[in-house]
């Protein structure tokens, strides 16, 4: 799993929006009033804004909050009451103006927008259509008998300018209609999910930086001439100029009829509700289908259906009377990346993730996310520490979009790439994108037969880091089972491998067999599970058997394993299942466990042994009996011995164990006048519990 999400509802309301502090001040208010002018400009230029949606929103509602208090002191540049924000104007005029719509951000709030508009009508609505909105840009496409002749942006609303070089590329904008009318379609231009990605494939593919996400993708393309490539982009029809008497759910149907792509056809379609409680269920649906859908939306769009309706509402001069969108949390963020992680995949990949400080992107708290290759890194630019636009749709996976290179401080650090595989330490192949470990699927083979060997878990000597890539080279070992099975042939096919080797070599693995249950379960390498965990889950479940039949519940119920462990260690037993039945074959982990530490908060295994009730911390270079023993291995110690161990040295700290070299944490324990003992004294004080294995 490389995303870490923490659930959340699947809506938001309105307390849960990005919410800056009240305006207090003058100062403050002009201070609000000048980011939102420029956020604004910034967006209707090229889609992009060093705010997100949400900071947007939630800014624009503290300058109108300010407003109301203060209308004496609106200052004329104030984004409120305008179209765009009053970012932009275009230069030709529109037939009738582009309105925006008011936005509302709970259910509650749409009930008395709702109430609003019945008190105005001074009668019931009588019926609403739910569509939703999309996340693009608004155009008008003219038409004269039929013949697609002009398409503009919405500009301020009043005047927008000129696309019509685009239309190509719009995909459901017709050239021609089915019937020979004088009309104005209006509807929104994006660019779905798939050919955001094609967007960027071909851009990145030409040397151009990558869209930062689809809406600035969609902008961009419009006003772009002269493009050594071409990017697709499709419209949605919401509405019509030139076709009156019909209800809104009937214009959408006769523009489809006519050839225009609407969300009719989207699995969000609009659908006409006779109560608002039927169309506050379509907007629930509509959100809930949000992650699904092949495009993007930032929210509801419910509409007054009725003509008359319509008509007795009227408008505002920025938004219909009649429409309203009850808008949805944005899925872009933006956010800081911390930090870049390379991980090693199942057949080697050498995969980079983004740290990201998290954020939460509808709903859902994103930590990391995905950076595809090395060459993306570079082509996009990033560095540690920029603030980059986070993009996340539903259940894929998030992305670092790009960076917002004119936030830097100067701070920012270039990413490093490894230079050695992350894994096993062999080098990596580059020649491709993606870049590999040289090793492939032997990579992971490597790593988890040494790991399986080390000394905490089978503990076969004579198998390092050489002797486990000759194995898999050599094409005899592919997982840890495969070493029960080898043979003394085999090994000496080996270089380097004389009879003795190969015969203590076996004896290792012979001995190997037999280990307990403990041992042979942390061999596996499932996260979360070290020796300790190991020791715990083998003495509850008693055999392998049982451990493979438990469920998240029954693993929960081993001290120190929570729910979310428990689901990691479910879902990774499943991964090694083949591997199990191969361990099983060859008897491996058929042998009783060791005892199982106690844990430190168990309240069914009073501590006992010498070193109950004391918190130990280990320092230094261990001697005489404890002379082989290694970090790991004095704290499983020191646990069987009743004690808790601990890393650094506290007022809690009731023993210190200091052998040589001992540096800071012995003058502290001075300083704290904790008992402080040698190796060899702390050998005597644990003796019975020394020998276990
Ligand atoms: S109706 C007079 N319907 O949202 C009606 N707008 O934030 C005005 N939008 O300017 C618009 N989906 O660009 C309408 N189904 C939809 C929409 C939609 C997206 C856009 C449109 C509008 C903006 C307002």
């Not at 927008?160 to 190509?168: L, P, R, S, V, Y």
């Not at 029960?484 to 076996?506: I, P, V, W, Y």
Request: glycine residues 8%; hydrophobic residues 45%.
């Amino acid at each position: 799993m490389s995303v870490r999400v923490a659930m959340m509802a699947g809506m938001k309301d309105a307390a849960t929006m990005a919410s800056p502090a009240a305006l207090t001040s003058p100062e403050a208010y002009a201070d609000a009033v000048a980011t939102a002018v420029r956020a604004a400009a910034a967006y209707y230029a090229d889609g992009d804004t060093p705010l997100g949606d949400d900071e947007y929103d939630a800014l624009v509602r503290a300058v109108e909050a300010y407003e109301r208090e203060h209308p004496d002191e609106v200052l004329p540049e104030s984004p409120t009451g305008k179209v765009a924000g009053g970012a932009v104007v275009g230069d030709v005029p529109h037939s009738a103006p582009m309105l925006s719509l008011d936005n509302v951000f709970s259910a509650e709030e749409l009930e008395s927008w709702a109430a609003g508009l019945e008190r105005r009508l001074g009668r019931p609505v009588a019926a609403w259509c739910v569509e939703p909105k999309l996340d693009g840009l608004a155009v008008a496409a003219r038409y004269r008998s039929g013949r697609l002749t002009q398409v503009l942006t919405r500009g301020d609303g009043l005047a927008g300018e000129d696309i019509t070089h685009a239309a190509d590329a719009v995909l459901g904008l017709p050239v021609q209609l089915a019937e020979p009318l004088d009309i104005e379609l209006r509807g929104e231009v994006l660019l779905t999910h798939e050919q955001f990605e094609q967007a960027n494939a071909v851009r990145t593919a030409h040397g151009a930086t990558p869209f930062a996400h689809p809406r600035s993708g969609a902008a961009g393309t419009l006003r772009a001439k002269d493009r050594p490539y071409r990017v697709e982009l499709t419209f949605f029809a919401y509405s019509a100029l030139g076709l009156p008497g019909l209800g809104h759910a009937d214009l959408l149907a006769r523009l489809a009829e006519l050839g225009a792509n609407t969300a009719v056809t989207t699995d969000a379609a609009p659908r006409r509700c006779a109560t608002l409680a039927e169309a506050q269920q379509r907007i629930d649906e509509i959100a809930a289908l949000r992650a699904a859908l092949p495009f993007g939306i930032d929210g509801v769009v419910v509409k007054a259906d009725a003509v008359a309706d319509q008509e007795e509402a009227g408008s505002g001069s920025r938004a219909p009377r009649w429409a309203v969108a009850r808008k949805l949390q944005a899925q872009h963020k933006v956010t800081r990346l911390l930090a870049v992680e390379w991980n090693v995949g199942r057949t080697g990949i050498i995969a980079p993730r983004a740290v990201l400080e998290p954020v939460v992107i509808d709903g859902v708290t994103v930590t990391y996310a995905t950076l595809h290759n090395p060459a993306d890194i570079e082509r996009r630019g990033l560095m540690i520490g920029d603030q980059v636009f986070v993009y996340r749709a539903g259940d894929v996976i998030p992305r670092v979009e790009a960076p917002l290179v004119d936030e830097r401080t100067g701070d920012e650090q270039p990413i490093a790439f490894p230079e050695v595989c992350p894994r096993c330490g062999d080098a990596i192949d580059t020649s491709e994108q993606r870049w590999r470990c040289v090793r492939g699927r032997g990579c992971q083979a490597v790593a988890s037969v040494i790991y399986a060997a080390g000394r905490d878990q089978l503990d076969i000597e004579g198998l390092g880091g050489t002797r486990a890539v000759q194995l898999v080279e050599a094409g005899l070992v592919s997982d840890i089972a495969d070493l029960f099975t080898l043979t003394r042939e085999q090994l000496l096919t080996l270089d380097r491998m004389g009879e003795t080797s190969a015969d203590n070599l076996l004896a290792a693995i012979e001995t190997a067999r037999s280990r307990p249950l403990n041992r042979v379960f942390c061999a596996l390498g499932i996260r979360g599970t070290g020796r300790t965990m190991s020791r715990r889950i083998a003495a509850h479940f008693g055999s392998m058997v049982a451990i493979r039949a438990a469920d998240a519940e029954a693993l929960a119920g081993v001290d120190g394993i929570g729910v979310e462990k428990a689901a990691v260690i479910v879902a990774e037993l499943v991964d090694v299942a083949t591997l199990l039945d191969k361990l099983a074959a060859q008897g491996v982990g058929t042998a009783v466990s060791e005892p199982a530490a106690p844990a430190a908060a168990s309240t069914d295994a009073p501590e006992a042994g010498p070193l109950a009730g004391q918190s130990v911390v280990v320092t230094g270079a261990m001697t005489g009996a404890l002379a082989d023993l290694s970090r790991n291995a004095m704290n499983e110690l020191i646990e069987r011995a009743g004690g808790k161990a601990s890393s650094s040295v506290s007022k809690r700290t009731t023993l210190l164990v200091a052998g040589e070299k001992a540096g800071s944490k012995r003058a502290k324990a001075e300083e704290l006048g904790i008992r402080i003992v040698t190796p060899e004294e702390f050998a005597v004080l644990v003796a019975d519990h020394l020998d276990v294995d």
